[in-house]
């Protein structure tokens, strides 16, 4: 029972609105992930088109960074973004051979259960991949019922318009290394006046140095954010492990990450 429980409910704004199949049992995946850094789902109300989950008691980082002016110190966000990592590391790893994704890294959807951020459980990754099926789909793009995510924060391969089964875990890599870049930098890696100028952006620039950030941390942006997706890390997992080596020196560019002269 959950009446005892705090939670929270979003609900589809269309009553023409029906779970398929696989959906349910992406569902029931999500209802089994036990992560300190993902939000708990509890049940999927049928009859009302209502997800329950768990409810977060803060603030979401994209409030936190405009209450910064924008941007925000390399201690915190280096615990942020552990806490974003740790997440997609649990949904990237729950289902072997099937990893889950996210779709949607966002300030907006990153929470901080409480600040000033100091450990890393006090990240919540909310609004998971699913959730956005029953939501108001707001300012994201959408492939038929298929959804794919906030115009500034997908992939190269997204923007190209590939199939959306063949995404992997690379294109949550790509928005967490835009997440990372717009902590430090105060502003977002590629940009536009509108969505073409925008993809176009993401799929032919390069992101410009954060002069304040260290040769490493830049290093670790610029492997993430890599326009072949063959290049960035491979999932969460594969990009924690080099992340907590820039957390111990973020001057110092890790081995895995020097780009060999040509």
């Known amino acids: 029972s959950i009446s005892d429980t705090r939670v929270a409910i979003k609900m589809c704004r269309s009553k023409n609105f029906r779970m398929q199949s696989r959906e349910v049992q992406n569902l029931d995946a999500l209802t089994a992930l036990v992560h300190p ?90 609004d998971l991949g699913l959730s956005k099926r029953v939501e108001e789909k707001g300012q994201t793009i959408t492939v038929g019922e298929v959804f794919i995510g906030t115009p500034e924060y997908l992939s190269p391969e997204v923007v190209k318009g590939l199939d959306p089964k063949a995404f992997d875990t690379r294109v949550d890599v790509w928005a967490a290394g835009v997440l990372m870049y717009e902590m430090l930098a105060g502003r977002r890696p590629f940009t536009g006046n509108n969505t073409l100028q925008l993809f176009e952006s993401i799929n032919n ?22 326009k072949q997706r063959e290049e960035r890390f491979t999932d969460a997992s594969d990009m924690l492990e080099v992340f907590e080596e820039v957390c111990k020196n973020r001057h110092n560019v890790p081995e895995r990450l020097i780009q060999p002269q040509r």
């Not at 994704?101 to 929470?111: C, E, K, Y």
């Not at 992101?207 to 610029?222: E, Q, R």
């Open 37 to 126: 850094n993902v939000v708990r789902f509890i049940e999927y109300l049928e009859e009302h088109y209502a997800l329950v989950m768990e409810y977060i008691d803060g603030r979401s980082l994209k409030t936190h960074l405009y209450a910064s002016h924008g941007k925000i110190k390399w201690e915190e966000a280096c615990v942020i973004m552990r806490g974003v990592l740790s997440g997609l590391e649990c949904m990237h790893t729950s289902m072997p051979g099937n990893p889950m994704l996210h779709r949607d890294i966002t300030p907006a959807n990153v929470m901080l259960r409480n600040t000033p951020v100091q450990h890393a459980d006090q990240i919540v990754l909310v």
């Open 205 to 226: 620039e390069s992101p410009k140095p954060i002069a304040t950030a260290g040769d490493g941390v830049n290093a670790f942006i610029y492997r993430a954010l890599e």
